[in-house]
């Protein structure tokens, strides 16, 4: 074996197991080496699963030493091989990786404690008020009043009236009725896409935005039940989508926005104080 590459790997198998040797009070011992690289018991220890077996984990440290030895012995045959322009692209490529990574880590940080992630519903439709625009379908959305009868109910005729009309006796009576008979309903208060309400009823409609504009009333049946459709508000595909459907989006707009600041304002204090400090030079000739 050449002298640039000394393997030496610990008697790692003359304890009980591997958990003895981890968890053992004798100093950070070295189990195996490959030229000046060495991998030690606290390295390994990091790297075996918390709450594994004693058996899983004696074989997982006895493939991981093997593993490591031959990416070692691999990395020194590519140091050998590689020239110098080569290896000082990715020591700088290394170094701005780390770069990031200790950025962002850091970022993360002050985010975790300095982000207000509290928004208000008000704040939520002020955003929406000024930025609604942003907002478009991607297929058509009502407010519909829809019930499901038996269809041998004798009376269910009035429904039809009922809920063609907008008078509040009328509402009043259909909503008394649909509690005492229907199998569902609702009474058309919240918006909700017209598909949803389709896959209720045995009814397929192709064009949906097409059907909004020229009809507002469905009326079918299968062998058992009855099904009404009276819609009472639509929007059609590309038209505004109403706030409730992205409410949840606008929160995460808002909380993405006081991030960005929060961070824009860490960046500007660090350099303001550099300056005040006079801690860096920078050289324009």
Not at 13 to 34: R, T
Not at 37 to 66: G, R, W
Not at 198 to 220: A, G, M, S, W
Request: proline share 1%; charged share 25%; hydrophobic share 35%.
């Amino acid at each position: 074996m050449k002298n640039s590459t000394l393997i030496f790997i610990g008697l790692i198998f003359l304890f009980s197991s591997c958990e003895s040797l981890l968890n053992s009070d004798q100093d950070d011992k070295v189990i195996a080496v490959v030229g000046s690289k060495k991998l030690t018991i606290s390295q390994l220890e990091m790297s075996v699963p918390k709450n594994m077996k004693e058996i899983d984990s004696i074989s997982f440290a006895q493939n991981y030493i093997e593993k490591w030895v031959k990416n070692k012995l691999l990395l020194e045959k590519a140091e050998l091989n590689l020239d110098k322009q080569t290896q000082k692209g990715i020591e700088v490529m290394i170094d701005n990786y780390r770069t990031s990574l200790l950025l962002f880590k850091y970022q993360q940080m002050i985010i975790q404690q300095k982000l207000d992630t509290t928004v208000t519903e008000d704040q939520i439709a002020q955003y929406y008020s000024k930025h609604s625009g942003n907002f478009k379908l991607d297929s058509s959305v009502v407010k519909t009043v829809y019930v499901q009868l038996p269809k041998s109910l004798h009376d269910r005729y009035k429904v039809s009236s009922w809920m063609k009309s907008n008078r509040e006796e009328d509402i009043i009576s259909l909503e008394d009725y649909c509690y005492q008979n229907a199998r569902n309903f609702q009474m058309g208060e919240e918006w909700q896409y017209f598909g949803a309400i389709l896959e209720y009823v045995p009814r397929k409609i192709k064009d949906k935005d097409h059907f909004l504009k020229y009809n507002k009333y469905i009326e079918t049946t299968d062998s058992i039940y009855a099904y009404y459709i009276a819609i009472k508000d639509y929007k059609l595909s590309n038209d505004t989508t109403p706030l409730v459907f992205v409410q949840r989006q606008i929160r995460d707009i808002i909380i993405n926005h006081r991030k960005v600041k929060l961070i824009d304002d860490l960046e500007n204090n660090i350099y303001n104080d550099a300056v005040d400090q006079n801690k860096f030079i920078i050289h324009t000739n």
